[in-house]
């Protein structure tokens, strides 16, 4: 599938039977190749201390002068 990709990213639009073979392509995948990424969390999802984010309310506009 990826040296299909490669090969037609040049062209500007797909044939119809470019967009057939893409999907015989898929059809023929693995269930486990065919699952999303999922990413690690880059960050934690809770911050403790003076890294925690305020919660002030704060009228557009307003915050870039705060800072």
């Known amino acids: 599938m990826a040296e299909f990709f490669v090969n037609i990213r ?17 059809e023929a995948m693995s269930e486990y190749d065919k699952r999303p990424t999922v990413f690690a969390e880059r960050f934690p999802s809770h911050l403790k201390g003076r ?3 305020t919660k002030k ?9 705060q800072r």
């Open 57 to 65: 309310k704060v009228a557009p506009g307003v915050e870039a002068t």
């Open 51 to 53: 890294f925690r984010a």
């Open 10 to 26: 040049d062209c500007g639009a797909l044939t119809n039977s470019q967009v057939d073979q893409v999907v015989v392509l898929w």
